[in-house]
């Protein structure tokens, strides 16, 4: 990459590390080592930019940073997606910084696919509102792959799609729906558990499924699994 592109690459680059390194957890193992990646590769940006290796240091940074928070599946594909959508913004206009940005939004992809292949899903709700999320993210990538005429990145980034959407409805298929219920009195969470269900162990669930501060005070109008 010539010194011009890597010039405008550069604070793109810092920016999507300083991001990374939001979301790392600053105690742990993990978190340690992906701190470190990460500000090795900001340290040696311009360099590896120049050299055109920005690329496998940068992946590694995602990579830790995704195993670093992977104890927290449900907080970690949000702060994934917030960079990604950081990263998309990033105004690039050589040829070096343009695909920088661009790798680095398929990095976040990727990331978020791996996080997605590991979340336990309740309700086909819960996998349809992922599916609703991811579409656009994919539409932007395979739109400027197809742009600048990347047959391999196209590729690439259709596949995972089509692999993602194929594990989001395969996993929905048993799931259960989430349904609407209505109770004439208020009742604890207990009492509403055995009604609906026959089994008074998944009185946590209707509590946490509603937002519920209370067990004993649950709303007449919530919501539950169909089974």
Known sequence: MNRADADEALPIVQSILSDLLWLVPVAGLQGSQARTQIGDTKANALAYLVSDLILPPLDLCFQLSRESIAVELEKALPQFEQ????????????????MVRDSAIALCLAAEAHILADITFTSREQVDRIRYVTEPAFD??????????????????????????????????????????????????????????????????LRDGNNVIHPAFMPVLGSGLSK
């Open 83 to 98: 960079v990604r959508r950081n990263a998309q913004a990033k105004m690039a206009n050589t040829v070096g910084a343009i």
């Open 140 to 205: 932007y990538s395979e739109e400027a792959a197809a742009d600048a005429m990347d047959q391999m990145g196209y590729q690439a980034i259709v596949t995972l799609h089509a692999a993602l959407t194929n594990h989001l409805v395969t996993t929905a298929l048993p799931l259960p729906r989430l349904l609407t219920y209505r109770f004439a009195h208020p009742f604890p969470s207990l009492v509403m558990a055995q009604r609906l269900y026959q089994d008074p162990s998944r009185a946590d669930e």
